[in-house]
């Protein structure tokens, strides 16, 4: 049971771990067909062009090989978010139950005050 909660709470930063992973084999791939001159490049531009060809190139392999990590985060912070809605729920209801017994007992109070008998002279 705990290697699920420990491979749930760490699936954002496998995923991310795993995304960096990809560009840089991208950018050592592209860096390689430059260093040979397979594509041609010249200069500080020429490398700016190879880092932009390795995030574009790495986009599209992140999106097909990296689906399950994906969703196995996507589960995670999803479920994070419901515990959160499901504590800020039950806080608000229990504001909401401490108000209305705070103006019913101010309601029964002003009820009782006004029926009363009036004082007499």
């Known amino acids: 049971m705990s290697s699920k909660v420990s491979k749930k709470s760490?699936?954002?930063l496998r995923?991310?771990?795993?995304?960096?992973?990809?560009?840089?084999?991208?950018?050592?791939?592209?860096l390689t067909l430059g260093h040979f001159q397979v594509i041609p490049v010249s200069g500080?531009?020429?490398?700016?062009?190879?880092?932009?060809?390795a995030a574009v190139a790495s986009a599209p392999l992140s999106y097909v090989l990296l689906s399950r990590q994906r969703d196995e985060m996507s589960a995670a912070i999803s479920g994070r978010v419901d515990?959160?809605?499901?504590?800020?729920?039950?806080?608000?209801?229990?504001?909401?139950?401490?108000?209305d017994a705070?103006?019913?007992a101010a309601a029964a109070r002003a009820a009782a005050g006004s029926t009363a008998p009036a004082p007499q002279n």
């Open 44 to 53: 500080e531009t020429g490398v700016i062009f190879l880092f932009l060809l």
């Open 15 to 30: 995923y991310t771990s795993m995304r960096v992973s990809v560009f840089l084999v991208c950018l050592l791939v592209a």
């Open 102 to 104: 705070a103006v019913d």
């Open 10 to 12: 760490h699936a954002t």
């Open 83 to 99: 515990g959160i809605r499901a504590r800020t729920a039950s806080k608000i209801a229990a504001q909401n139950a401490e108000e």
